[in-house]
């Protein structure tokens, strides 16, 4: 082995100076730019949050519309009416002819109940028309007698009699006889009194009929 001389020892320790030296330095190149890598992340982070803030001061507010209202009966399924898919089709023919006869033998009950109480309706209304009021009310028209039909600016009117003398004085809307009667016209041309009078008609509607009361001829 050869001896090793001072000149190449010493320059040995440079050599390993210089590499330490070299390797201090990339390190420390190494360091200042991991730190300043860091930075700049935390500045962007930092400006990312500021302008977040900006557009949510500048945002109008969220706005949330009611639901539209379920219509009443809409998607509605009456799962009594659904077909069992296991029942024969002719068991099930005679269930649904039996069904609409129910349903047309309701309804009929239906319409006659309603056709009887519109018959108690108008038999009470007939029967409150000819409730009697007054005294000539109590008469019927065959018991009266016209004696004089009067022309005036402030309206036509009669007179009447019955049996005992006593007189009554009609114009139009008196009411007047048994059946519920009301003075409808005084006819002076005519020489009558036309007295409508009230009747049911097809035991559901109340009409009227004319009847008229002439004057006597041997007063002429």
């Known amino acids: 082995m050869r001896a090793v001389t001072e ?6 320790i440079e050599a390993t100076k210089l590499l330490a030296l070299e390797t201090r330095s990339k390190r420390q190149g190494f360091s200042r730019l991991g730190c300043g890598t ?11 949050a ?14 949330y519309k009611d639901l539209r209202p379920q ?15 296991f029942l024969s089709y002719f068991i099930r023919r005679e269930q649904i002819a039996t069904e609409e006869a129910e349903e047309a033998r309701r309804k009929q009950q239906e319409a006659e109940a309603r056709l009887e109480r519109k018959k108690r309706e108008v038999k009470k209304q007939l029967e409150e028309l000819k409730k009697p009021r007054t005294e000539l009310q109590t008469l019927g028209l065959s018991q009266l007698t016209l004696t004089a039909i009067v022309q005036s600016k402030t309206g036509d009117w009669a007179l009447v009699r019955d049996p005992k003398g006593m007189g009554y004085i009609l114009k139009k809307g008196t009411r007047i006889g ?3 009667g009301v003075v ?5 041309n005519e020489k009558k009194v036309i007295i409508k009078e009230p009747y049911i008609e097809k035991e559901i509607e109340i009409k009227y009929k004319p009847v008229e009361m002439g004057l ?5």
């Open 71 to 85: 219509k009443a009966g809409e998607y509605h399924i009456n799962v009594n009416k659904l077909p069992d898919p």
């Open 216 to 220: 006597p001829d041997e007063l002429y």
């Open 184 to 188: 409808s016209r005084i006819a002076i």
């Open 50 to 63: 500021a302008i977040g803030q900006a557009h949510a001061k500048t945002l109008p507010p969220v706005v």
């Open 38 to 48: 860091l930075a700049f992340m935390l500045s962007l982070c930092f400006w990312a």
């Open 178 to 180: 048994t059946d519920g």
């Open 7 to 12: 000149q190449e020892l010493d320059s040995g």
